[in-house]
């Protein structure tokens, strides 16, 4: 079973950093790109950044170009967001979301970052 | 930047088909997707690649895709699809979504 567990929400003030965490099981994870996605409070979901299967490709959304940092350990099974310089606009359930192909087909439970003073 | 839009809402009756429509430039020569988020969850895959059910989403999900318009179909609709349905397609390397709609079944 494909099971994506997503860790290390918080508070934050604003300019604060924050490091998530994907562990990821059940499938072979260095053979794929995985997403982070976010959802602000009763708002709809955004991209926030992106990673290829061994790491050597990133991509991330403007709002979080220059802030955040994707990164992953293939013999941990393990996906990463390092964001800094943190908005109350970031503040949002992140989501570790497994690629299958061009869709999505595997969502974690979510971790919620709030950032507020 | 790529935009996809969606109608806030609908309402359909149960047993009754709803449409929820998801617009974008020339979204027909793109793969589309569908994204069902009840309250408190996590979305779910309901349709990828315009028109396929992954295993486990019942048949009366269908979708289509042609000129601007991508369609997410449900047929004889019940209570349990009252949610809220996201599209989503890839603008070059960028993911998209719409901006979702709420499905009230009443």
């Known amino acids: 079973e494909v099971q994506l567990v997503e860790s290390g929400g918080g508070l934050v003030q604003p300019g604060g950093s924050l490091r998530l965490s994907c562990s990821a099981s059940?499938?072979?994870?260095?053979?794929?790109?995985i997403h982070w996605v976010r959802q602000a409070p009763g708002k709809g979901l955004e991209y926030v950044s992106a990673?290829?299967?061994?790491?050597?490709?990133?991509f991330y959304a403007d709002s979080v170009k220059g802030r955040f940092t994707i990164s992953r350990d293939n013999s941990k099974n393990t996906l990463y967001l390092q964001m800094s310089s943190l908005r109350a606009e970031d503040t949002a359930v992140y989501y570790c979301?497994?690629?299958?192909?061009?869709?999505?087909?595997?969502w974690g439970q979510g971790t919620l970052v709030t950032v507020s003073s | 930047s790529y935009e996809l839009t969606q109608p806030p809402s609908v309402s359909v009756s149960p047993g009754q088909t709803a449409s929820i429509t998801c617009s974008g430039d020339?979204?027909?020569?793109?793969?589309a997707c569908w994204y069902q988020q009840k309250p408190g969850q996590s979305p779910v895959l309901v349709i990828y690649?315009?028109?396929k059910r992954p295993s486990g989403i019942p048949e009366r999900f269908s979708g289509s895709n042609s000129g601007n318009t991508a369609t997410l179909t449900i047929s004889g609709t019940q209570a349990m699809d009252e949610a809220d349905y996201y599209c989503?397609?890839?603008?070059?390397?960028?993911?998209?979504f719409g901006g979702g709609t709420k499905l009230t079944v009443l």
């Open positions: 979301v497994k690629t299958g192909g061009i869709t999505y087909d595997y």
């Open positions: 059940g499938f072979t994870f260095s053979n794929y790109a």
């Open positions: 990673i290829s299967h061994n790491g050597g490709s990133t």
């Open positions: 020339k979204l027909g020569d793109k793969y």
């Open positions: 690649q315009d028109n």
């Open positions: 989503q397609t890839w603008d070059s390397t960028i993911v998209v």
